[in-house]
T-cell receptor, first 120, second 111 residues
Framework: DTGVSQDPRHKITKRGQNVTFRCDPI?????LYWYRQTLGQGPEFLTY????????KSRLLSDRFSAERPKGSFSTLEIQRTEQGDSAMYLC??????????????????FGEGSRLTVL | GQNIDQPTEMTATEGAIVQINCTYQ??????LFWYQQHAGEAPTFLSY????GLEEKGRFSSFLSRSKGYSYLLLKELQMKDSASYLC????????????FGQGTELSVKP
């Protein structure tokens, strides 16, 4: 399967612990996005990378959150000193370079299955 | 900022047609997307509109009016497997392709 993959799929941790999620995007995609989703809500944007450069971070991303994409391929999202409010599904998505207003490349985001975090 | 509004829940009958509306307010509009998300699964792309009008893909169609900030997703010949959350998302210019999502519409298809 050459889709977006995320690991781990589920993580249960105690408050105050650090957790790290990994995302492997589709290989030819240069853009990578992290979103957070809670029950009954749409995905909320956290941050995105173009190649290895982190180009935007949401205000939702407190200083306890850090994301990296060191070689422009896989990315990690680390949450330090987790809080119960961090419990959510963390979704990774990727998209190919270039967007056209017509034709096959719509610039759609391809999502992974997500990493579900539960903070006790 | 931007506002994206869609109904929280809808119910429809198997075999029927349902229309899910989405309104948005944004500057620099550069496309509207619809995604389907089954419980516990990843969102999957359904449709994309950047110009006014209707885009049809099998049982699914999506409409856009940029002047009204309005889109709808039309699902025909509903099947039980269409029960899912339907997410409306907007892309803006010069934002690296990121999408801003609405809260999603939970559609329940009844027999």
């Amino acid at each position: 399967d050459t889709g977006v993959s995320q690991d781990p799929r589920h993580k249960i941790t105690k408050r105050g612990q650090n957790v790290t999620f990994r995302c492997d995007p589709i290989s030819e995609h240069n853009r990578l996005y992290w979103y957070r989703q809670t029950l009954g809500q749409g995905p909320e944007f956290l941050t995105y990378f173009q190649n290895e450069a982190q180009l935007e971070k949401s205000r939702l991303l407190s200083d306890r959150f850090s994301a990296e994409r060191p070689k422009g391929s896989f990315s990690t999202l680390e949450i330090q000193r987790t809080e119960q409010g961090d419990s959510a599904m963390y979704l990774c998505a990727s998209s190919p370079p270039g967007v056209m207003t017509s034709g096959a490349n719509t610039g759609e985001l391809f999502f992974g299955e997500g990493s579900r975090l539960t903070v006790l | 900022g931007q506002n994206i509004d869609q109904p929280t829940e809808m119910t429809a009958t198997e075999g029927a047609i349902v229309q899910i509306n989405c309104t948005y307010q944004t500057s620099g509009f550069n496309g509207l997307f619809w995604y389907q998300q089954h419980a516990g699964e990843a969102p999957t792309f359904l449709s994309y509109n950047v110009l006014d009008g209707l885009e049809e893909k099998g049982r699914f169609s999506s409409f856009l009016s940029r002047s009204k900030g309005y889109s709808y997703l039309l699902l025909k010949e509903l099947q039980m497997k269409d029960s899912a959350s339907y997410l409306c998302a907007v892309r803006r210019l010069r934002e690296g392709g990121k999408l801003i999502f609405g809260q999603g519409t939970e559609l329940s298809v009844k027999p």
